[in-house]
Nanobody, 124 residues
């Protein structure tokens, strides 16, 4: 059984930083890509970042590139998202997901398991 649990969300001022973590249970952690998505109120869920199974390739949405960094620790079965220079428009529920593939895909349908989400609120 694969389970994902996000932590590290909260309230931060614009320009500040937060780091999200996602603990992943289940077998074959190091064989699958991992990703982050977010959903703002009244908006569709959107891709944020992804990392390949071996951690060597990353992929970012244009809106976060240069501000967010995705990483993983295959010894701890954990995914991270370091978020810097946060903006009010980054306010959303952030979801981590485990991919059905090994590459750093941004395609939502290529992720098979999802966490419950963590709220990130950026105030101006």
């Amino acid at each position: 059984q694969v389970q994902l649990a996000e932590s590290g969300g909260g309230l931060v001022l614009a320009g500040g930083s937060l780091k999200l973590s996602c603990a992943v249970s289940g077998r074959s952690f190091s064989r699958h890509s991992l990703g982050w998505f977010r959903q703002a109120p009244k908006k569709a869920r959107e891709f944020v970042a992804a990392i390949s199974s071996n951690g060597l390739t990353t992929n970012y949405a244009a809106s976060v590139k240069g501000r967010f960094t995705v990483s993983r620790d295959n010894t701890k079965n954990t995914l991270y998202l370091q978020m810097n220079s946060l903006k009010p428009e980054d306010t959303a529920v952030y979801y981590c997901a485990r991919g059905l593939v090994g590459w750093a895909t941004s395609t939502e349908s290529e992720f098979g398991y999802w966490g419950q989400g963590a709220q990130v609120t950026v105030s101006s």
